[in-house]
């Protein structure tokens, strides 16, 4: 240091980004876009008269949405869900054109961009149509619309009693479908299931009466694998196209998200020394602890500290300690660990390792949340 500024040995790289490809990352996310071909390909065998609309919402729930949905349209998957107008337009960006069905978006949001690239929109309320009669205008587009009706979540969805005035306001405009989502189609037999069917029907029957012709979707992945008869026109399915099924069925659905990391020190310590904040863990006898680069800032769940284990050189190893933000340590005995080695923090079991879903059982979430939630910047992501 002169003249109390820092001098860089090596000069900054031009463009900043949190990965160097060059170097072995922290942590990275795998995803295996043949087992979510294989996944797609499956779901849409099952329910062989119905289109299958791949829900890539939330950034593909934390697969890298493009990636997805573009493998997704090439397994035999017609449509894509998105969330937000916004990640519509993401995969229109992408060069993607298959039909795309947006159906939730902040009261601000530019429609008219979302209608000029062709993004089919849903309504659930009259003040909904005439946002987008608006940007409609605007954009010198015709809105293709679906319409919801609220069978029984009380989300967003038209209730029963303003529904025949939304349709006959909606009429004039080109109606694709009649659309709804279940509560409970992952608890098989649940009652309510019938009851939002029978909602279902009775609210298309009133769209029939005012001379549409929509088509009609209402099952998500559990509802497709456990529900032929609410397969209807399209059927949607999110969390089984990632290989995890949501009940207890065993149709051969292969995870998609693996999660590794490194070994990046191994360290020989002496019984009676403990680990990682809070020392809530103490070596029983001499031990080797091989340190992971991957905490909670990564996607590791504190809440898993004590109860979380690895796959290590072939054997499920215990996570000595709790998880910090930015590491784990590894209990492994008296085992020979390379620096460099593969940590396989969850996969898809085969080998042993454990799965997004047993992460999620023991932090008292669902598979879902997990996923989702690696979607991190610190996270690699890469495709095979
Ligand atoms: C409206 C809608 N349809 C379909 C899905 C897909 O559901 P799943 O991931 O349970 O298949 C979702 C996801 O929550 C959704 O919000």
Redesign the pocket.
């Known amino acids: 240091m002169r003249s109390g500024r820092c001098e860089l040995r090596h000069s900054p790289p031009e463009r900043l980004t949190w990965h160097d490809e060059r170097v072995m990352a922290r942590s990275e996310v795998v995803v295996d876009l043949g087992a979510l071909r294989h996944n797609v390909a499956l779901l849409a065998g099952l329910a062989p008269s119905s289109e299958t609309?791949a829900?890539v919402?939330a950034d593909g729930?934390g697969h890298g949405a493009v990636q997805v949905a573009r493998a997704a349209l090439e397994a035999g998957a017609t449509w894509l869900?998105s969330?937000s107008t916004q990640e519509a337009l993401a995969l229109r960006a992408a060069g993607i054109q298959a039909p795309i069905l947006a159906?939730?978006d902040a009261p601000d949001e530019d429609l008219a961009a979302g209608l000029a690239a062709d993004v089919e929109m849903?309504i659930a309320s009259l003040s909904d149509l005439r946002r987008i009669e608006q940007a409609a205008d605007e954009a010198d587009a015709r809105p293709r619309l679906h319409l919801?009706i609220d069978t029984g979540l009380s989300r967003n969805g038209c209730q029963p009693h303003d529904w025949p005035a939304l349709v006959e306001a909606a009429r004039k405009h080109e109606v694709v479908a009649v659309?709804s989502?279940l509560a409970s189609?992952?608890e098989i037999g649940d009652p309510s299931i019938d009851l939002q069917a029978k909602r279902f029907d009775d609210a298309y029957e009133v769209a029939r009466s005012f001379g549409v012709d929509p088509k009609r979707?209402i099952?998500?992945?559990?509802?497709?694998l456990t529900r032929p008869d609410l397969h209807f026109d399209i059927v949607?399915?999110?969390?089984?196209?990632?290989g995890l099924n949501?009940v207890p069925t065993d149709h051969d659905l292969r995870p998609v998200m693996s999660y590794r990391s490194h070994v990046a020190l191994t360290k020989r310590i002496p019984a009676g020394e403990s680990v990682s904040y809070g020392m809530t863990w103490t070596a029983q006898k001499d031990t080797t602890l091989a340190l992971v680069p991957a905490g909670y800032a990564d996607g590791v769940p504190r809440a898993l500290s004590g109860r979380m284990e690895v796959l290590l050189d072939g054997k499920r190893r215990p996570v000595a300690g709790r998880v910090c933000m930015d590491q784990i340590v590894v209990d492994c005995g008296d085992d020979e660990i390379a620096e460099g080695a593969e940590v396989v923090l969850f996969g898809d079991g085969r080998r042993g390792e454990p799965t997004a879903t047993e992460w999620a059982e023991l932090t008292g979430t669902i598979d879902?949340e997990i996923v989702c939630g690696m979607y991190r910047p610190r996270v690699r992501r890469i495709y095979t």
């Open positions: 609309m829900v919402k729930y869900g969330c159906w939730l849903s919801k659309w989502h189609a992952d979707h099952a998500n992945s559990a509802a497709l949607r399915p999110g969390i089984a196209i990632y949501p879902y």
